[in-house]
């Protein structure tokens, strides 16, 4: 049988077809193929990675709708938590004329002028209100001496002890026993931004009866405002705000149940500019 010319040529081409794919295959396609996994290596440990981060098991089957709605959750929690510490920025920094006196150069004549000002004030206050106040409570007004390595700070001191004792005398308190500011102010300024918080603590030691307590303890965190707004004593104008750090309270005495005896600690906070 003889066979045609044709089918030689055809059968001679597909060795040589086959010869050439393999070629190809060989020189072109084995290294893109082996370059496009190499490429894919990143790829494929970070997906690992988020399948861990996310907690998963199943590293083919990751949600990215639960991905993109978590993080839609978290910018909302993050603009919330900025927009909360902006307010609280607001409610802790004291009035613009004590921190005009922080900021200035500290003047001593000045600050004891205030100082004794103050005290004088308090002590007609208490008299028209009817509140006793031991003696020695003004010789434990905030004072400047050798010590004090924050001389600016005295103002806000003074600010949130005069704030503490005149809320109190003006919540009829029956008596003020006794005032201690803890020499905090000895302390050297911070030699980096991040304690931007400086802490003052004032404590006090009063009598009265457990409704005027219950008041002078709600106005502390106050301001004048909110203070006339929640049906509270009246307050001074510039009143800043002051927390309750330690408190305890205890009966009068068994047959004066609606007497308390009451040891307070405060503290106000000034933000560092």
């Given at each position: 049988?003889?066979?045609?010319?044709?089918?030689?040529?055809?059968?001679?081409?597909?060795?040589?077809?086959?010869?050439?794919?393999?070629?190809?295959?060989?020189?072109?396609?084995?290294?893109?193929?082996?370059?496009?996994?190499?490429?894919?290596?990143?790829?494929?440990?970070?997906?690992q990675r988020l399948s861990i981060l996310l907690d998963q098991t199943?590293?083919?089957?990751?949600?990215?709708?639960?991905?993109?709605?978590?993080?839609?959750?978290?910018?909302?929690?993050?603009?919330?938590?900025?927009?909360?510490?902006?307010?609280?920025?607001?409610?802790?920094?004291?009035?613009?004329?004590?921190?005009?006196?922080?900021?200035?150069?500290?003047?001593?004549?000045?600050?004891?002028?205030?100082?004794?000002?103050?005290?004088?004030?308090?002590?007609?206050?208490?008299?028209?209100?009817?509140?006793?106040?031991?003696?020695?409570?003004?010789?434990?007004?905030?004072?400047?001496?050798?010590?004090?390595?924050?001389?600016?700070?005295?103002?806000?001191?003074?600010?949130?002890?005069?704030?503490?004792?005149?809320?109190?005398?003006?919540?009829?308190?029956?008596?003020?026993?006794?005032?201690?500011?803890?020499?905090?102010?000895?302390?050297?300024?911070?030699?980096?931004?991040?304690?931007?918080?400086?802490?003052?603590?004032?404590?006090?030691?009063?009598?009265?009866?457990?409704?005027?307590?219950?008041?002078?303890?709600?106005?502390?965190?106050?301001?004048?405002?909110?203070?006339?707004?929640?049906?509270?004593?009246?307050?001074?104008?510039?009143?800043?705000?002051?927390?309750?750090?330690?408190?305890?309270?205890?009966?009068?005495?068994?047959?004066?149940?609606?007497?308390?005896?009451?040891?307070?600690?405060?503290?106000?906070?000034?933000?560092?500019?």
């Amino acid at each position: 049988m003889k066979i045609p010319f044709s089918e030689y040529q055809r059968r001679g081409i597909v060795p040589i077809a086959g010869l050439v794919l393999a070629v190809y295959y060989f020189t072109v396609l084995l290294p893109l193929s082996r370059r496009s996994e190499k490429l894919d290596e990143p790829v494929q440990k970070a997906w690992q990675r988020l399948s861990i981060l996310l907690d998963q098991t199943n590293t083919t089957a990751i949600d990215f709708l639960h991905i993109t709605n978590q993080l839609t959750e978290t910018r909302q929690a993050l603009l919330a938590l900025d927009k909360a510490k902006q307010q609280a920025t607001a409610h802790l920094q004291p009035g613009a004329a004590l921190r005009a006196k922080m900021h200035a150069d500290f003047a001593l004549v000045e600050y004891e002028n205030e100082r004794s000002r103050q005290m004088e004030e308090l002590a007609r206050l208490a008299k028209q209100e009817q509140v006793a106040v031991d003696p020695a409570v003004f010789a434990n007004y905030p004072e400047h001496t050798a010590d004090v390595r924050q001389p600016h700070l005295l103002w806000a001191a003074l600010s949130f002890t005069d704030s503490l004792m005149q809320t109190a005398v003006r919540c009829k308190v029956t008596a003020i026993l006794a005032l201690d500011t803890p020499p905090v102010l000895t302390n050297a300024p911070p030699t980096n931004a991040i304690e931007r918080l400086a802490e003052i603590p004032v404590q006090i030691e009063f009598t009265g009866f457990a409704t005027n307590a219950e008041k002078l303890l709600l106005s502390l965190p106050l301001r004048a405002d909110e203070i006339r707004a929640a049906g509270l004593p009246e307050a001074i104008t510039n009143k800043p705000v002051l927390f309750i750090d330690r408190l305890v309270v205890q009966k009068q005495s068994a047959d004066k149940l609606d007497e308390v005896h009451v040891w307070l600690r405060a503290v106000g906070f000034v933000l560092r500019e």
